[in-house]
């Protein structure tokens, strides 16, 4: 997850070919078992090459897997450098 400033919704990575699928899940603290949809997820390999590149400062390869969770009008800071 990327997040810009306390309480921002930010944005993940995920996995833009998965479908309506959903996997497995997991259990939260409270017992409840939840799922997550597959388009929420990326492969291992593909958060590695992602996570090199933000640490690095590089341009990301893949940018239509970014999956951005904050309502519009919100800042992007990959169009408000800076930030």
């Not at 409270?30 to 492969?43: E, K, L, R, S, W």
């Amino acid at each position: 997850m990327l997040l810009q400033w306390p309480e921002d919704a930010g944005e993940h990575l995920g996995d833009p070919y998965a479908g309506g699928s959903e996997s497995g899940g997991f259990v939260l603290t409270n017992g409840q078992h939840d799922t997550y949809a597959d388009a929420d997820t990326a492969p291992f390999e593909d958060a590695l090459v992602a996570l090199h590149e933000l640490i690095d400062g590089l341009p990301l390869t893949s940018p239509d897997r970014w999956i951005v969770d904050r309502a519009p009008g919100e800042v992007d800071w990959r169009i408000q450098p800076g930030i």
